[in-house]
Nanobody, 123 residues
Framework: QVQLVESGGGLVQAGGSLRLSCAASGLTFSNYYMGWFRQAPGKEREFISRIRLSDGWTRYADSAVKGRFTISRDGAKSTVFLQMNSLKPEDTARYYC???????????????WGQGTQVTVSS
């Protein structure tokens, strides 16, 4: 049974940083892509970044997060991270990690999802 568990969210002031973690179990880590998405109230789920777990190849959304957020992985611990710097109030959302065995930035392509972790950025 595949399980993804996010952690690291919380309340932070604008300009601050957070590092989200996503611990994966039940899947062959190296065969998958892991993505980070976020969803704010009343908005659609938004792609942030993905990483190919076999070699660490990454892609980021062409949005305001580029240059501020960094995705990485620790294969030994089957964990993916999202380092978020220079946070802004508009980054407030629930952040999800997801796993897919094909390359995509679309949420529907991801087969497994975590429960999400809330990030709130105060001004």
């Amino acid at each position: 049974q595949v399980q993804l568990v996010e952690s690291g969210g919380g309340l932070v002031q604008a300009g601050g940083s957070l590092r989200l973690s996503c611990a994966a179990s039940g899947l062959t880590f190296s065969n998958y892509y892991m993505g980070w998405f976020r969803q704010a109230p009343g908005k659609e789920r938004e792609f942030i970044s993905r990483i190919r777990l076999s070699d660490g190849w990454t892609r980021y959304a062409d949005s305001a997060v580029k240059g501020r957020f960094t995705i990485s992985r620790d294969g030994a611990k089957s964990t993916v991270f999202l380092q978020m710097n220079s946070l802004k109030p508009e980054d407030t959302a629930r952040y999800y990690c997801a796993a897919a065995n094909r390359i995509s930035t679309m949420a529907y392509a991801y087969d497994y999802w975590g429960q999400g972790t809330q990030v709130t950025v105060s001004s």
